[in-house]
């Protein structure tokens, strides 16, 4: 369930001419800026772009992108920026920036692109490489190819080019069976082989639910037990990721919320990314699941690892006032 | 031989006994005399006229099949048939816009209850990897291609013919990559800098590499490919396969072919009967898509 709360009723046009005042004059009020767009769900904040540029005749997205990013003297300004830009964003074009963002960035962390293609509906997927196309001028998957290589690239460029099928049905004797072909090859360390890769990027998230289930049945513990931690390999780190996202979503992002929190410093990147994207989709299940893990609420530890307007966009976007 | 279907009804229903057993003993080339004492009809004729009827019935429907379920029927037959009818599987998915091909992956998923990737994990051979990158492309239709990355793709391509192992060419992994994931301006690009580079056509390289070939000419000069499929159905032996592609290819490519100019000349020597009463009329009345 989403976290954000949005009113039934709003008036775009206010809301437009809230965030046109909150933009002029002296600095920017980023407080007003949050309070409306941090309260507007995806097809209102889409009217209010629309309205925004009929009566200024300016690119909503251009102004706020202009205005924040100016605030070199707040130690997070851009963090701010960035998290208002992403979240202004329609999800499609939101999911395109942030793998082309990842893309450009040259570490071989996939978190993005693994997240895209293996925890959104196929529908979603698709809409996603629409956007790419209309921002970027290439497909999603030719740039994956071009920014990757090996069996990264196999993998990462099977999965954003996916179209699996969006049915229900299981067929057990083709779980039992697949779920044995993945055992044998993490038995013979042959991640990267043909199998692994067919399987996980062209069945049905119904079917690999099932595969997996099988796996654990054979073999006593689940598969993502059985592929090696935190390994400095960059496939191997993907792979796991992919398995995870495919396997349980949410316990998967509970993990990265837990992650960029945890130790020394935050990471804001990651911590924006899964409140922005799953704050309209199961952020509510996520927290759930972070406060049954950690013993203290979600919000809290955000609330005491961020500070300023960054801490309060992610505070409104969590759920609260 | 053909089947005028309105004459033959009209004579048949007009006829009598008399009449049919002079037409019997007319038709030498229907009818044998048997030893037995009557006109019996020739068993290949029969076939031919069984083959004549399919390819109009295949014709019919595959016309009024929306383009997406066609498209689908075509893939997952094709796959079903074996390796002889891989092409037919590149033709789909390469000489469709991005939009047709993922109509095409939709309606499969409602027709067969799984994605074309899964089904083309039935395919044992080397020809899978690319065939499932193939269908899996949404690729980018808008113009704008850097010249210079599509000059040194040719170059990737080129040294993987020349001087890597040909029978290995499906398994190269850049090379599929590039074929699979490019825009069709970015693939035109590539054919043209290969060829002022290299002094011979990018098809000319794969002469004989079955669907990369087929792969390539399809992105890059679909009309090529095609040129060559309704050749091979208008020769005197064209086997029923080659045939059959010639049905496939007038529906599916109906506006380019009366674009070209193509049809109906060449094809009017063989289409008989009702069959090309059929195609002539459905090209002639533009049903554009």
Partial sequence: ?321 | IGVDEKSLISILTNSNEEHKRSLRKGSSKLFIEDENGFERWDQSSIKILKHQFNRFRDAVVLSLLHPWERDARLIEKAIRKGPKHYNVIVETACTRSSDQLLGARKAYHSLFHHSIEEHLTHIKGRERKLLVALVSAYRYEGTGVNEDVAKSEAQILYEAINNGDKNKLLDHEDAIMILATRSKQHLQALYRHYNQSYDKTLAQDLEGEGILKDTVECLCTPQTYFTRVLEAAVKEDADEESKRALTRVIVTQKEQLVKEGFVPNKIQDILLGLNKDFMLASIASGDIK
């Fill in chain 1, 1 to 321: 369930m989403a976290t954000v709360s949005a009113p039934k009723q709003v008036s775009v046009k206010e809301d437009a001419e809230a965030l046109r005042k909150a933009c002029q004059g002296w600095g920017t009020d980023e407080k007003a800026i949050i309070a409306v767009l941090g309260h507007r769900n995806a097809a209102q904040r889409r009217q209010i772009r629309h309205v925004y540029e009929e009566i200024y005749q300016e690119d909503l997205i251009k102004r706020l992108e202009s205005e924040l990013s100016g605030h070199f003297e707040v130690t997070n300004g851009t963090i701010i920026a960035k998290a208002v830009y992403r979240w202004i964003l329609d999800p499609p074009d939101r999911d395109a920036v942030l793998a082309n963002v990842e893309l450009k960035k040259s570490g071989n962390k996939h978190h993005v692109m693994v997240e895209i293609s293996c925890t959104k509906n196929p529908e979603e997927l698709l809409a996603i490489r629409r956007a790419y196309h209309a921002r970027y001028k290439r497909s999603l998957e030719e740039e994956v190819a071009y920014h990757t290589k090996g069996d990264t690239r196999r993998l990462l460029v099977a999965l954003v080019s996916a179209f699996r099928y969006y049915g229900e049905e299981i067929n057990t004797t083709l779980a039992k069976s697949e779920a044995k072909k993945l055992h044998e090859a993490i038995k013979d360390k042959k991640f990267g082989n043909e199998d692994v890769i067919r399987i996980l990027s062209t069945r049905s998230i119904a079917q690999l639910q099932a595969t997996f289930n099988c796996y654990r049945e054979q073999e006593g513990t689940s598969i993502t037990k059985n592929l090696p931690k935190d390994s400095s390999d960059e496939y191997i780190a993907t792979l796991r990721m992919a398995v995870r996202c495919l396997k349980d979503p949410k316990k998967y992002f509970e993990k990265v919320l837990r992650r960029s929190i945890e130790g020394i410093g935050t990471d804001e990147d990651a911590l924006t990314r899964v409140i922005v994207t799953r704050a309209e989709k199961d952020l509510k299940e996520i927290k759930e699941l972070y406060h049954k893990r950690n013993n203290v609420p979600l919000d809290k530890a955000v609330d005491k690892e961020t500070s300023g307007d960054y801490k309060d966009m992610l505070l409104t976007l969590l759920g609260n006032e």
